[in-house]
């Protein structure tokens, strides 16, 4: 099982990881630590962890953040939120975003080891329910989404709220098969391809309109949130929105001189 720590203190992220050495068979954890939630952010799209463990406050960004996002991409994915006494508000907020489960600080190891072992039960019993599910059958037709048609149907819902739950509902199958069918025919985890699509949407949107960076956020998903949009992009594509729109500009303005020359 892959499981990510996330705190701004990395004394607390190291351990919890040394705690999980002390479990029952440890060598079943494969675990990672990240000290702020973009940190979090990129290895969560990248391992896929199946138990997230999370501070709520940080500097640079909110635990609740992180949370809310894992649960819209992952319902099945284990999330268990670190508390100090004072954040019970923070908590409820928690459960209300997708938390399954809460230990406050400072961490106790018995009590971690205790819900990590329910939460592990958890886990184990949604996969199992998902292998239970309708499993993909390559001749399937009827009306449900083919794997193939999963990249137009990506780009004509760009602006929509969209999750590997909702698609998985789409054509029929279960979360886990479809998340082993979309990595095999697109080389590439759901997450990881919206994200990529969006970013080459919005270049689109940059070089060939006279949209407010505001607007073209919105165009590729990003309504409720257009201040993730420069994050996003500028990780993605090495440059702000706003230097990729300038950098295109002058290189079409030297294209154009060149032409006339």
């Known amino acids: 099982m892959k499981v990510l720590i996330v705190d701004d203190e990395s004394l607390i992220c190291e351990s919890i990881k040394a705690d999980f ?5 440890p060598w079943e954890y494969e675990i990672f630590t990240a000290q702020s939630v973009a940190a979090a952010q990129e290895i969560y799209y990248r391992e896929e962890p199946e138990l997230v463990i999370t501070d ?32 019970f508000e923070y908590v409820r907020n928690a459960f209300t975003m997708g938390a399954w489960d809460y230990i406050l600080k400072p961490v106790a190891y018995s009590e971690l080891e205790h819900c990590v072992r329910q939460l592990s039960e958890k886990i184990f019993a949604a996969q ?49 098969s479809f998340g082993k069918l979309f990595r095999e025919h697109m080389g590439m985890s759901f997450s990881a391809y919206l ?67």
Not at 21 to 25: A, I, K, L, P, V
Not at 66 to 87: Q, R
Not at 162 to 170: F, N, Y
Request: charged share 30%; aromatic share 8%.
């Open 21 to 25: 050495s002390r479990m029952e068979h």
């Open 56 to 87: 709520i406050n940080m500097p640079g960004g909110s635990g609740l953040i992180l949370v809310s996002e894992i649960h819209k991409d992952n319902p099945h994915c284990g999330i268990l939120v670190l508390s100090a006494y004072d954040d």
């Open 195 to 261: 994200l990529w699509q969006r970013m080459e949407c919005a270049k689109e949107y940059l070089e060939n309109s006279h949209m407010k960076i505001k607007q073209v956020a919105s165009k590729v998903g990003y309504k409720e949130n257009p201040q993730h949009f420069s994050r996003d992009f500028t990780r993605q594509v090495g440059m702000s929105p706003k230097e990729y729109r300038a950098q295109m500009l002058g290189a079409r303005t030297q294209d154009a001189k060149k032409e006339m020359s």
């Open 128 to 176: 199992e329910s998902c292998k239970r599910e309708n499993e993909w059958e390559p001749s399937k037709k009827g009306g449900v989404f083919m794997m193939e048609d999963m990249a137009d149907y990506i780009r004509q819902h760009m602006g929509e709220k969209l999750s590997a739950a909702e698609l998985a509902r789409k054509m029929a199958v279960s979360y886990s």
